[in-house]
């Protein structure tokens, strides 16, 4: 812990003196400062050390450690609440921007670059883990462009932060604590310990309970490191797909054309079939070739992320073990177009993505409401288009005599009151 902790107790008891005067949103910055660390060495310190940090981490960890103001989702205590906002994201709009082609193209030829330099360390990982390089890869430069992207931020001091006034604190009091085991076990410095203004650690970009899970010694040097060393990380990552139930020998799924008179209300991983049961509704690959013999009889998944305004897929289970990275449908298209790429040297998904309606999230949670009520089963009213909601807007749909879409729609907002 700093001198700046231990050292201003006084000022700070004075300081929460003086606020028990005052009214409750006449806090100041210096106000809030004061409280954080009275809460670091009186609220902080006794659970870290419960939980058997030693006290020599601690005061490491926290050495000129201060509040970071100029994260997001801060709530101050004192301050007036954050407002709420209307929130909008690459799902409501058309996805195209989000598969940057230039920006794609330049990915893969370095990640079939670093194919090539890792060969060795990538070999030995999938036969470790059963992932293959490729997807490893794809994760790897979507999260920090390789490696090359800068994380300047201390990640105890960011964690400490939102621990302490964000508007989510128990998870990130969880993240701390998880930050400083990792820093009291020896595996980095507080001085490397870098992560990004959400509080994910090194390469991977693991939160501090995904790296105790999931980080791996692959270079044999005795502990993790996923901030500097490429095994590590890479490892890292095939761990955590693995240990998610990554299906050793497949894929991630396939762009396909599925025809004008089959639904695309059967989406989803509750109503996965043969993928030899797709096939035979007229369902091909887009590229003309047919499915692997091999997959005939294992299961694959309708996906229609913009419904029948964009490309069309049937995915693996793989599909979904990729979104435990990050729960979106376009993040784990992007990783597995991007292997693609880098694997195989193919392009972008040939099906275009239309222009779905740049609806807000608000809006969309109204017509999930709206279903509900109607009886389907929209996954919850979140205002986040899933495949539950897709497939509930196209049974709908057809249930009213309208041409399935699967996506909402502005024009559907007066007609689903």
Not at 244 to 261: D, H, L, M, N, S
């Amino acid at each position: 812990m700093s001198k700046r902790i231990f050292g201003r107790l006084l000022t700070a008891t004075a300081a929460l003196l003086a606020l028990s005067c005052t009214p409750v949103l006449s806090a100041s910055k210096a106000d809030v400062e004061a409280q954080f660390e009275k809460w670091v060495q009186n609220d902080l310190w006794p659970e870290a050390q419960k939980n058997g940090i030693s006290e020599r981490a601690f005061r490491a960890s926290f050495a000129g450690v201060e509040l970071n103001w100029s994260l997001t989702d801060l709530a101050p205590p004192g301050f007036p609440p954050p407002k709420e906002q209307k929130q909008t994201q690459a799902e409501f709009s058309s996805p195209a921007p989000y598969f940057n082609d230039d920006r794609l193209k330049r990915l893969a030829a370095t990640g079939r670059g670093f194919a090539s330099q890792h060969a060795s360390a990538l070999k030995k990982i999938e036969k470790t883990y059963g992932v293959p390089g490729s997807i490893v890869l794809a994760v790897w430069g979507r999260e920090t462009g390789f490696g090359a992207a800068k994380i300047p931020n201390s990640a105890i001091e960011v964690l400490a932060t939102k621990a302490f006034m964000s508007t989510r604190k128990e998870m990130f009091r969880t993240e701390l604590l998880a930050a400083l085991h990792i820093i009291d076990r020896g595996d980095a410095t507080p001085a490397e310990f870098k992560g990004s203004s959400a509080g994910a650690l090194g390469q991977p970009q693991f939160m501090p309970t995904s790296y105790l899970k999931y980080a791996v010694d692959f270079d044999g040097d005795g502990h993790p490191n996923i901030w500097t060393s490429v095994p590590d990380t890479l490892a890292s990552i095939a761990n955590f797909l693995a240990q998610k139930g990554w299906q050793r020998g497949r894929g991630w799924g396939y762009e396909v054309t599925i025809p004008a008179q089959v639904s695309c209300a059967q989406e989803g991983p509750d109503l996965a079939k043969p993928v030899s049961h797709w096939a035979s509704l007229g369902i091909v690959r887009i590229s003309g070739k047919a499915f692997p013999s091999d997959e005939g009889k294992a299961s694959g998944m309708m996906l229609v992320p913009a419904g029948r305004d964009g490309p069309e897929f049937v995915v693996t289970p793989n599909f979904y073990v990729i979104k435990e990275y990050n729960n979106s449908d376009l993040y784990a298209l992007y990783i597995g177009n991007l292997a693609d790429r880098i694997a195989y040297g193919s392009g972008a998904f040939q099906g275009p993505w239309g222009d779905v309606g740049k609806m807000l999230r608000s809006d969309v949670a109204a017509m999930q409401k709206a279903l509900e009520k109607k009886g389907y089963d929209v996954g919850g009213s979140d205002g986040l288009p899933g495949y539950k909601t897709r497939r509930s807007i196209g049974q709908w749909q057809e249930k009213n005599g309208m041409k399935p879409t699967c996506y909402p729609e502005a024009s559907m907002i007066g007609r689903l009151k």
